[in-house]
C-alpha cells in the first residue's frame, strides 16, 4: 500500500483512483489498486448521510490471487458486496486481471448513485405537486435550498465517479496492451463491457441529477415570484388603504376649515372689548388696539418660525441625500 495513500490530504479527497505494478529485481510479482468513492444519501425531510467506500485489491501475481481490503463499509455495502461476489463463479481467466473487481465495486457504487439521484427526485416531486396555498405562498427558503445544496453534492459524486471508471478504463487498457501475448478467453472483453456498462449508466444517472437540479432551481425561481407577487398584492391593499385614509384626512380638513372663520368671529366678539347694551346698543372698547399689538405680531412670529424650521429640514435633507452616495461609493 502507498504511503501517499495515508496523506490527510488523500482522506479529505472527494474521490481517486490509483494503481502501480510491484516488482522485485526487476520481476512482477503482484498489481495493486486504490480508490475512493463519495455518496450523499439523503433522509426524509433533508437529512443526509455521507456513504464512502474506501476500497484497495492486491493481486498477486504467483499465486493468482487477489486480496480485497475494504474499510470501515456500512452493513448494508457489506452485505452488497458479499452478496455480489458470491454470484456464479468467476472465469479463471477474470481472476488473471487485476481490475476484475471492480465490475462489482461499481455495481455497488451504481446503486448507491441510482439511490441518492431518485431521493433528489422525490424531493423535488413532492415540491412541485404542493397545492397548499399558505405552504405555496410561504415557501421555505432553508429548505429549498438545503436541497439544492444536496443536489449539488450528489452531481459533484456522480461526475467523480465518471471520472474514476475513465481512468480505469485507461489504466485497464494500458495493462491489457502490456498483457497483449496472453490469452484470457475473453475475459478481458467481459470486464471491460461491465465497466463501460456501468460508466454509460451512471453518465445517464448524471444527467437525470442536472435535470433534478434545473427542476429545483425552477421550483425557486416560481417561490421567489410567487412571494413577489404577493407582496405586490399586499402593497396596492395598503396603498388603496392610505387613499381611503387620505378621503377621510381631506375631509376633517375641509370640516375644520369651513368652521374656523365662525370660531374666529365668534372668539373675537365674546372678548370684553365689546358690549352690548339694550340701551346703548353696540359699544367697542377704545382699548381694542391692544388686541391687534398682541395678535399681530405673535401671528408674524409664528409664520416665521414655522418658514425657518421648514427651510432647514428640507436643506437638511438635500444635503444628506447628496453625501450618502459619496459614503456609498468610498465603501
Request: aromatic share 14%.
Amino acid at each position: 500500500m502507498p504511503e501517499k495513500w495515508w496523506s490527510s490530504s488523500y482522506k479529505t479527497s472527494n474521490g481517486y483512483f490509483g494503481c502501480e505494478t510491484t516488482r522485485q529485481a526487476g520481476v512482477v510479482t503482484g498489481f495493486n489498486t486504490w480508490a475512493y468513492f463519495e455518496i450523499k444519501q439523503t433522509r426524509g425531510k433533508v437529512g443526509y448521510e455521507w456513504i464512502k467506500l474506501n476500497i484497495f485489491t492486491r493481486w498477486v501475481c504467483s499465486a493468482n490471487q487477489t486480496f480485497l481490503l475494504l474499510f470501515d463499509p456500512t452493513l448494508s455495502i457489506r452485505e452488497f458486496i458479499i452478496q455480489s461476489l458470491s454470484k456464479p463463479a468467476l472465469f479463471q481467466s477474470q481472476l488473471r486481471i487485476p481490475f476484475w473487481p471492480y465490475s462489482h465495486v461499481f455495481e455497488i457504487v451504481a446503486h448507491l448513485e441510482e439511490s441518492a439521484v431518485w431521493a433528489i427526485r422525490n424531493q423535488v416531486r413532492a415540491i412541485e405537486s404542493e397545492t397548499d396555498p399558505d405552504i405555496v405562498q410561504r415557501p421555505d427558503y432553508r429548505k429549498l435550498h438545503d436541497i439544492a445544496r444536496h443536489a449539488i453534492h450528489v452531481n459533484e459524486n456522480l461526475d467523480v465517479s465518471i471520472q474514476n471508471i475513465d481512468t480505469i478504463l485507461k489504466h485497464y487498457d494500458l495493462y491489457m496492451t502490456s498483457k497483449r501475448n496472453e490469452t484470457y478467453s475473453g475475459a478481458d472483453e467481459d470486464i471491460r463491457n461491465q465497466l463501460e456498462f456501468f460508466r454509460g449508466y451512471i453518465m445517464n444517472l448524471r444527467h437525470r441529477s442536472a435535470s433534478n437540479e434545473k427542476r429545483l432551481q425552477n421550483e425557486i425561481q416560481l417561490a421567489f415570484n410567487t412571494v413577489s407577487q404577493a407582496n405586490a398584492k399586499t402593497s396596492v391593499e395598503i396603498g388603496h388603504a392610505a387613499q381611503i385614509d387620505s378621503s377621510a384626512m381631506k375631509t376633517i380638513a375641509f370640516v375644520t376649515l369651513a368652521f374656523l372663520p365662525p370660531t374666529f368671529i365668534s372668539s373675537i366678539f365674546s372678548m370684553s372689548f365689546f358690549q352690548c347694551g339694550e340701551n346703548n346698543g353696540w359699544g367697542m372698547s377704545k382699548e381694542f388696539w391692544l388686541y391687534w399689538v398682541f395678535a399681530v405680531p405673535t401671528t408674524i412670529a409664528t409664520v416665521l418660525i414655522w418658514q425657518y424650521w421648514h427651510n432647514f429640514s428640507t436643506s437638511l435633507h438635500k444635503h444628506g441625500s447628496m453625501v450618502a452616495p459619496r459614503i456609498r461609493e468610498h465603501v
